[in-house]
T-cell receptor, first 116, second 109 residues
Framework: EAGVAQSPRYKIIEKRQSVAFWCNPI?????LYWYQQILGQGPKLLIQ????????DSQLPKDRFSAERLKGVDSTLKIQPAKLEDSAVYLC??????????????FGSGTQLSVL | SQQGEEDPQALSIQEGENATMNCSYK?????LQWYRQNSGRGLVHLIL?????REKHSGRLRVTLDTSKKSSSLLITASRAADTASYFC?????????FGRGTSLIVHP
């Protein structure tokens, strides 16, 4: 089966610019996650979608980050404006079950963002 | 959410040796998962152990779970240079999967 697709693979921008990341989950997976992974740390959850609805976005910096999942399939994560501390790898993951009993997650390769 | 804490933070061994890493968590779980992350890549699911299981094997991997101590261990036997990666545990239940800092394993050829 095809895995989780993410693009772009790398992105370099200057602070205060805007950037968007795209994710296409595994076909049929209802749950989609965006994680932020800063160098040397574990992935930190930013937002979880169940189909096209938001389940949890408590750790999403809503003043600058936004995410959507139109039609319950693809998702985009946007940062506007970017700060230096946003430099990280942004990982998208999907799973096929409801939140009630989380099963295994399938991750994309991530987008490495450098903010200069 | 519930985050696992991996220990040690770093582990360096020779090829052929066994590698053991541990995970501790704080509240009741339904299952616990282990993931591997190679440098510059996403996480890859390795193994899931349910709360009613004490030990599980998958190839060279052996996972144990002690729910009374709220801990798990991952053993990689006969390690290879290709096992060099970071390893994360994810305690599971009605939680959103969250991850600690992981254990960074380096296997020297």
């Amino acid at each position: 089966e095809a895995g989780v697709a993410q693009s772009p693979r790398y992105k370099i921008i200057e602070k205060r610019q805007s950037v968007a990341f795209w994710c296409n989950p595994i076909s049929g997976h209802a749950t989609l996650y965006w994680y932020q992974q800063i160098l040397g740390q574990g992935p930190k959850l930013l937002i979880q979608f169940q189909n096209n609805g938001v389940v949890d976005d408590s750790q999403l910096p809503k003043d600058r980050f936004s995410a959507e999942r139109l039609k319950g399939v693809d998702s985009t994560l946007k940062i506007q404006p970017a700060k230096l501390e946003d430099s990280a790898v942004y990982l998208c993951a999907s799973s096929g079950v409801d939140r009630g009993d989380n099963e295994k997650l399938f991750f994309g390769s991530g987008t490495q963002l450098s903010v200069l | 959410s519930q985050q696992g804490e991996e220990d040690p933070q770093a582990l360096s061994i020779q090829e052929g040796e066994n590698a053991t890493m541990n995970c501790s968590y704080k509240t009741s779980i339904n299952n616990l998962q282990w993931y591997r992350q190679n440098s510059g890549r996403g996480l890859v699911h390795l193994i899931l152990i349910r709360s009613n299981e004490r030990e599980k094997h998958s190839g060279r991997l052996r996972v144990t779970l002690d729910t009374s101590k709220k801990s798990s261990s991952l053993l990689i036997t006969a390690s290879r240079a290709a096992d060099t990666a970071s390893y994360f545990c994810a305690p599971g239940g009605s939680y959103i999967p969250t991850f600690g800092r992981g254990t960074s394993l380096i296997v020297h050829p």
